[in-house]
């Protein structure tokens, strides 16, 4: 009986606390927390997403992939770099009266001098201590200009061009000869005279040769350079002479593939002789290719063969972008020029960054990126590298001993 009494006590206990409690809805409200759920994490934080690398840009990706890239080849566009102020400031210092410049002006000419914008030049100074000097001139300006052993340097180069502008009007003569209408802007000539060891005055030096050289001012006052006679002994290009040493390496030069299925199934022998058939002849660089299709397999065997002669006539068998570009018109090139010179690796590489390239010929380098026939204005100019980058005289004897030998 106990357990029935407790029982009717407990139920009488629930019907009151139903009518306590208030009716259920049909349609319940949302549940509202009292507490705050800011603590809760919504969101991956920063530091644990996976970060994206950024696209790299024409102006700072490399042309080669690292398995393809040759490190002597790039160094030498990184010495150029490194030497920008120095060649850049020597050129133009050199044509200042007294070789000198005062610090006020020079702050304001950082792209002829070769600085970074907004830098202070006397630090671009300190670093060729051999080079350049600075001092206060009597009107308490600060000046510099370049040192007395520098001054005796410069006068050594005078002398090598001197002996070399036989040579050098030959090259003229070349270039004039491979140009579409046997004419180039002076202009062009000098902005690139460096490339080719041609002095600073030839267009002074221009009158001496009537029976090569004419000068033809335009309506717009441009001076033109203009060839008067042709002669067939210069037009034999550099591939031509070297067939004729080794006429198996020349035809390994260049690769024109020729398309066909696999269903030809052709092994790697007759690939060879069909790309061959494809390959030769090769077309003359002083044959006129301006009126060639630009999209024939002729005109782009010709293109091919001008930049191959134009880079051979250069002190050093390379050349930049600025330079192919400043004679684009001349020797009918075209805005492919880039991705022709990747699809001949055998002949040419190409170095740097996709916006700012240099393209060498491989063939006039030994296998540790040394220039093998070297003249005497690139011996110079590696002598003078070396002063650029010395404190002090210590190593001078070394260097001189180099330049002998």
């Known amino acids: 009986m106990a357990w029935w009494w407790r029982r009717l006590i407990l139920s009488s206990k629930l019907s ?41 840009s024409p102006r700072t990706k ?58 202070k030049v006397i630090r671009s100074i300190q670093r060729h201590p051999l080079i350049f000097e600075t001092y206060r ?24 061009m001197e002996s070399m502008e036989t040579e050098r009007v030959t090259t003229v003569r070349k270039l004039l000869m491979m140009s579409a209408k ?41 001076r033109v350079l203009e060839l008067v006679n042709w002669d067939p002994l210069l037009a034999v290009s550099a591939l031509e002479r070297d067939f004729m040493i080794d006429e198996d390496r020349v035809k390994k030069a260049f690769k024109f593939p020729v398309k066909h299925g696999k269903d030809l199934d052709l092994d790697e022998g007759d690939v060879r002789k069909l790309n061959l058939l494809n ?74 960054t996709e916006m700012n390239w240099v393209v060498f010929l491989r063939d006039a380098y030994d296998e540790n990126g040394v220039l093998m026939n070297k003249d005497p204005q690139v011996v110079f100019n590696e002598k003078l590298f070396e002063y650029a980058e010395m404190q002090d005289m210590e190593s001078d004897s070394g260097i001189r001993n180099k330049s002998r030998g």
């Open 62 to 119: 490399l042309v080669q992939s690292e398995p393809n890239r040759l490190s002597h080849f790039e160094l030498l566009v990184q010495r150029d770099s490194f030497f920008r102020f120095f060649t850049k400031s020597k050129d133009f210092l050199s044509k200042q009266p007294d070789h000198v410049l005062r610090f006020d002006d020079a702050g304001k000419l950082h792209r002829e001098l070769g600085f970074p914008r907004g830098r």
């Open 137 to 160: 001139h009597t009107d308490g300006k600060m000046w510099f200009g370049f040192t007395d052993f520098m001054e005796d340097l410069l006068e050594e180069e005078k002398s090598i």
């Open 279 to 352: 390959t030769l002849p090769l077309v003359s660089p002083y044959s006129d290719g301006s009126g060639l299709n630009i999209w024939t397999l002729e005109a782009e065997k010709y293109r091919v063969g001008v930049l191959h002669e134009f880079l051979s006539m250069t002190l050093e068998k390379r050349a930049s972008i600025h330079h192919i570009v400043e004679f684009k018109e001349e020797f009918s090139l075209t805005k492919h020029t880039y991705q022709m010179l990747l699809k001949q690796p055998r002949t040419f590489y190409l170095a740097g």
């Open 182 to 222: 046997k004419r180039i802007p002076l202009s062009k000539i000098y902005h690139c005279r460096a490339l080719f060891g041609i002095p600073e005055d030839f267009r002074d030096r221009v009158s001496k040769y009537p029976n090569y050289f004419k000068i033809v001012v335009e309506d717009d006052g441009k």
């Open 16 to 56: 009151q606390y139903k009518t306590l409690l208030p009716p259920i809805s049909s349609n319940p409200k949302p549940f509202i927390s009292f507490f705050s759920t800011s603590f809760l994490r919504t969101k991956t934080p920063k530091k644990h997403k996976k970060r994206r690398k950024p696209k790299e």
